[in-house]
């Protein structure tokens, strides 16, 4: 089992930046499909960034695509997730969450990840 601990969330004024950072203990990210999803205050926990199990492949929702760039670091322990322009809309609590055997078809849901960190608080101001 994977412990997944998330860091780098913030105040931060709209436009401005934050990275996130999840660090995994316990075994490493390898064989993992890895995801950053986030929940707002009365609100359904909603994907936001994946790295695919196979393949490596990235994805993103529509609402952050072009802002926000998830990576992995090569020992596969690190999961980080760049955010720019931020905007109101994003202030919500991030969460990372990991899976060793989610389905490609399933990446985008949160029922499909098994091991989740704490969350970290994102507030953008206007």
């Known amino acids: 089992q994977v412990q997944l601990t998330e860091s780098g969330g913030g105040l931060v004024q709209a436009g401005g930046s934050l990275r996130l950072s999840c660090e995994a203990s316990g075994r490493t990210l390898r064989n993992h499909a890895v995801g950053w999803f986030r929940q707002a205050p009365g609100g359904e926990r909603e994907f936001v960034a994946g790295i695919r199990r196979t393949g490596g492949y990235t994805h993103y929702s529509e609402s952050v695509k072009g802002r926000f760039t998830i990576s992995i670091d090569n020992a596969k322990t690190t999961v980080f997730l760049q955010m720019n322009n931020l905007q109101p809309e994003d202030t919500a609590v991030y969460y990372c969450?990991?899976?060793?055997?989610?389905?490609?078809?399933?990446?985008?849901?949160?029922?499909?990840?098994?091991?989740w960190g704490q969350g970290t608080q994102v507030t953008v101001s206007s």
């Open positions: 969450a990991a899976s060793a055997s989610a389905i490609t078809s399933s990446q985008t849901r949160a029922d499909a990840y098994a091991n």
